[in-house]
């Protein structure tokens, strides 16, 4: 029996169509073992649920009852003493009295409670010698108030008792008065009130012996002050006489201080 044309058509058909299905039956055995293969690989690189710390758990209830703020069994135990020292470091307000009512200008002020015994005054020794620098203007109208005030206070005199200056130890008026200064004109003293309208022709500088501890130290002081009256307000220098001041004169009331401390010292003996 012959085998014809058609015949081996559809035998050559049937091996490849066999030949397909073999193919692509082999192509899917391979497959599912990679697949397979990949499932699991992919599987072992996942984190362990239970190891992860960042992986969303079950929710969990809060029990509010507790309060999660400081422990009462954490706290330092304090008793009453130990408040007490703690109050003592505390800052206070030193001696003020917040209880007592604070006076203010409509309060009367009782006049005897503000007065407070005054220690007795130091009685002043009678002077044996008093040491007289008198500086006289050499213009008709004087000394003008107002340059007299502020040249005598640069030099340190404070308007005081008997309503003239003196000048004290300190610059600030405190101390014994080492010397003072009068109006030259009668009677012999200062307004402080008038003194823009006042003017006199002369002004005296004196200090009394036995007066400052330190006579000589005082008297230059007080040269020195007079100097500056003159020279700055164009005065003239003169001494207790009304003479003319040289500088004989001022080495002679030197001179004075020098024997009236030796007869001091004479007498303490």
């Known amino acids: 029996m012959e085998i014809g044309l058609r015949e081996w058509l559809m035998v050559i058909g049937i091996v490849v169509i066999a030949g397909i299905l073999f193919d692509g039956w082999r192509r899917m055995s391979s497959n599912k073992g990679k697949l397979k293969f990949k499932l699991d690989r992919s599987l072992a690189d996942l984190p362990d649920m239970d190891e992860d710390p960042n992986l969303l758990g079950p929710a969990r209830v809060l029990d509010r009852s507790r309060d999660p703020g400081i422990d009462e069994a954490d706290l330092p135990e304090m008793n009453a003493r130990d408040l007490t020292r703690s109050a003592r470091t505390e800052p206070q307000q030193g001696d003020l009295n917040l209880d007592q009512p604070v006076p203010t200008l409509l309060t009367p002020v009782d006049d005897e409670a503000e007065e407070k015994p005054k220690a007795p005054a130091k009685e002043q020794p009678i002077a044996e010698e008093v040491l007289v620098i008198n500086v006289v203007a050499r213009e008709a109208d004087g000394f003008k108030g107002p340059a007299l005030l502020q040249n005598i206070l640069e030099s340190g005199l404070r308007f005081g008792e008997m309503d003239i200056f003196h000048r004290h130890e300190s610059m600030a008026g405190n101390g014994e008065v080492l010397f003072s200064m009068a109006n030259g004109v009668?009677?012999?003293?200062?307004?402080?009130?008038d003194m823009d309208m006042f003017s006199t022709r002369a002004v005296s500088f004196?200090?009394?012996?036995?007066?400052?501890?330190?006579?000589?130290?005082?008297?230059?002081?007080?040269v020195a002050a007079a100097r500056k009256l003159s020279t700055e307000l164009n005065g003239e220098l003169k001494d207790e006489q009304r003479s003319v001041m040289t500088a004989q004169t001022i080495e002679h009331y030197r001179n004075r201080i020098a024997e009236f401390e030796r007869k001091q010292l004479s007498q303490k003996r």
């Open 186 to 193: 009668k009677p012999g003293t200062f307004d402080l009130d």
């Open 206 to 222: 004196f200090f009394g012996l036995p007066g400052p501890r330190h006579p000589k130290q005082a008297f230059d002081l007080m």
